[in-house]
């Protein structure tokens, strides 16, 4: 059985740093995509960074510069740290995965991953 496990939010003054991490346990696959989705109140969830297993990352243009997702195989850990926060990167923060048996490129949206996390609350304030 295939479980992601969020942890690492909390609240941050504007400008702070907070680093996520996903346990992942039961996800065997060697080719796969992972990423990290967000969803603030009244708005869709939306993907902010994604890798795939040989170390490709794309980022949504908000967070490019200040976000770096990373994996730890070793540790079955899926990170997210987080730079520069602003407001507006309030949010629940989920992670996510899927296989990828053919190699494509990782996409953003989330209709694409069938296997997520119950998400971690970050808090962003002046």
């Known amino acids: 059985q295939v479980r992601l496990v969020e942890s690492g939010g909390g609240s941050v003054q504007t400008g702070g740093s907070l680093r996520l991490s996903c346990a992942v346990s039961g996800f065997t696959y060697s080719s796969y995509c992972m990423g990290w989705f967000r969803q603030a109140p009244g708005k869709e969830r939306e993907g902010v960074a994604v890798?795939?297993?040989?170390?490709?990352?794309r980022y949504t243009d908000s967070v490019k510069g200040r976000f770096t997702i990373s994996q730890d195989n070793a540790k079955s850990t899926l990170s997210l740290q987080m730079n520069s926060l602003k407001s507006e990167d309030t949010a629940m923060y989920y992670c996510a995965a899927r296989l990828n048996s053919y190699g494509y490129s990782c996409r953003s949206d989330e209709e694409w991953y069938n296997y997520w996390g119950q998400g971690t609350q970050v808090t962003v304030s002046s």
């Open positions: 890798i795939r297993n040989d170390g490709e990352t």
